[in-house]
């Protein structure tokens, strides 16, 4: 049970509702997750912003992204967000077998090398970002990968790492 409640929406100023609102559109509800920030509009704006920003335009496929969500979060315990982005994989398309192969054996799961290895890198990078080596940026840049790209998968990794500890900080409920 979250330990703590939404505001009520007599309690909304205009902004933090057309902020709700926008994000009802784009999932067809308003998750837990940005109920809970509205607490504190400034965040729920800025967040809102970045999952915008890095879910939803970029150079990555949104596989991609969201494969890492559901990862990093897995790494991270965050049943949440792992029931959230598992949702999101099946709302693009996504089977349940291939979801299998992502979560449990990532060499056969549909991805090219690079993504593959985009992939890693972000979870190495939520797990030992301070063991990450010159040569694994080289072999990560050998696959193909960009400069661009590299900051993308991070940026990924970087908004569910915040996300995994708010939420499970939080307790708040799966709406997934």
């Not at 967040?47 to 991609?64: D, E, H, Y």
Request: hydrophobic letters at 40%; one cysteine or more.
């Amino acid at each position: 049970m979250s330990r703590i409640r939404s505001v009520e929406t007599t309690q909304m100023t205009k902004k933090t509702e057309s902020i709700l609102e926008e994000i009802k559109k784009a999932f067809g509800m308003v998750p837990n997750l940005f109920k809970t920030y509205t607490h504190c509009p400034p965040l729920l704006e800025a967040n809102w912003n970045k999952v915008k920003a890095m879910m939803m335009q970029g150079n990555l496929s949104r596989k991609l992204k969201e494969s890492i969500a559901v990862l990093v979060s897995k790494d991270n315990s965050c049943a949440y967000c792992v029931s959230a982005h598992t949702a999101a994989l099946k709302s693009i398309g996504i089977s349940d077998d291939e979801i299998r192969a992502i979560e449990q054996d990532l060499a056969r799961a549909d991805f090219s090398a690079k993504e593959k290895a985009l992939i890693d890198f972000a979870r190495r990078a939520n797990l030992e970002p301070l063991k990450i080596s010159d040569t694994d940026f080289q072999s990560l840049r050998r696959t193909g990968a960009s400069d661009a790209e590299i900051i993308e998968a991070l940026g990924v990794m970087e908004i569910f790492t915040a996300f995994n500890k708010f939420l499970d900080s939080l307790q708040i409920d799966i709406d997934f």
